[in-house]
C-alpha cells in the first residue's frame, strides 16, 4: 500500500478517534522529567506527560488507582482507596504535567505509602464523564476529571505508571514546620516504573 493511501487511512483514524494499528503507537503517551514537587502543605514528585510524536490537538487522560496507607504514633492505622480520572488538554507540542503529592497532614508523626497504578493514552476527544471546568479550581485543579476510574478503549496505546511513595516518620516531629519534612525530604520512591503496550 502506498505511504499516501497510509498516511490518509491514518488521519481518518484520528479524526474518528479510532487509530489503525500501524498508527496507534504514534499516540503513545511518554513519561519524562521526573523531579521532585513542592507545595506549602504537601510534597511529592512529578513528571512530565506528552505524545511520543507531534499530534493533531486532543487529550492525554490518566486513570488512577490504588491507596494510602498510614500508620500514626498511637497505633492507628488507616487505609484509604484511591479512584479517579483525569485529562489534560493538548494543543499541538504542549505537555502536561502531572505530581503525585502527600500532603503534611498524612505524614506527621506517622509512617505510610502511597501506592498508585495508572493507564495513560491519548484521545482525540474528551469522554462525557469528564467534566471540564477550565476556570475553577477543583478536585482536579483546573483539570477535567471524575471520581470514578475509566477504562482505555480497546485500540489505545496505553502507557502503565506504577508509584510507590514511602515515608518513616512515627518517631519525627509533630510540628508541621519542622526540618524533618522540608521540601519532602522525608519522602522517598520505592518503585517507579513505565511500561508500555
Not at 10 to 39: A, D, Y
Not at 79 to 88: H, K
Request: charged share 20%.
Amino acid at each position: 500500500m502506498s505511504d499516501s493511501l497510509w498516511s490518509a487511512l491514518g488521519f481518518w483514524s484520528f479524526i474518528f478517534g479510532v487509530p489503525m494499528s500501524g498508527e496507534r503507537h504514534r499516540f503513545q503517551v511518554c513519561v519524562s522529567t521526573f523531579s521532585r514537587e513542592n507545595l506549602p502543605d504537601r510534597h511529592g514528585f512529578s513528571v512530565q506527560l506528552s505524545p511520543r510524536t507531534p499530534v493533531p490537538n486532543g487529550f492525554i487522560i490518566q486513570s488512577v488507582k490504588g491507596y494510602i496507607e498510614s500508620m500514626q504514633d498511637d497505633g492507628k492505622y488507616e487505609l484509604d482507596s484511591i479512584a479517579l480520572t483525569e485529562a489534560w488538554e493538548m494543543k499541538h507540542s504542549t505537555r502536561g504535567k502531572d505530581a503525585f503529592l502527600v500532603p503534611l497532614d498524612w505524614r506527621v508523626r506517622q509512617d505510610g505509602s502511597l501506592r498508585l497504578e495508572t493507564k495513560l493514552w491519548f484521545s482525540s476527544s474528551l469522554d462525557s464523564r469528564l467534566h471540564c471546568q477550565p476556570n475553577q479550581v477543583s478536585h482536579f485543579g483546573t483539570l477535567a476529571g471524575t471520581l470514578e476510574y475509566l477504562e482505555p478503549p480497546p485500540y489505545a496505546a496505553v502507557t502503565t505508571r506504577e508509584v510507590i511513595i514511602l515515608w518513616k516518620n512515627i518517631d519525627k516531629s509533630a510540628s508541621r514546620t519542622h526540618q524533618d519534612y522540608r521540601n519532602g525530604k522525608d519522602l522517598f520512591i520505592f518503585w517507579n516504573k513505565v511500561f508500555t503496550a
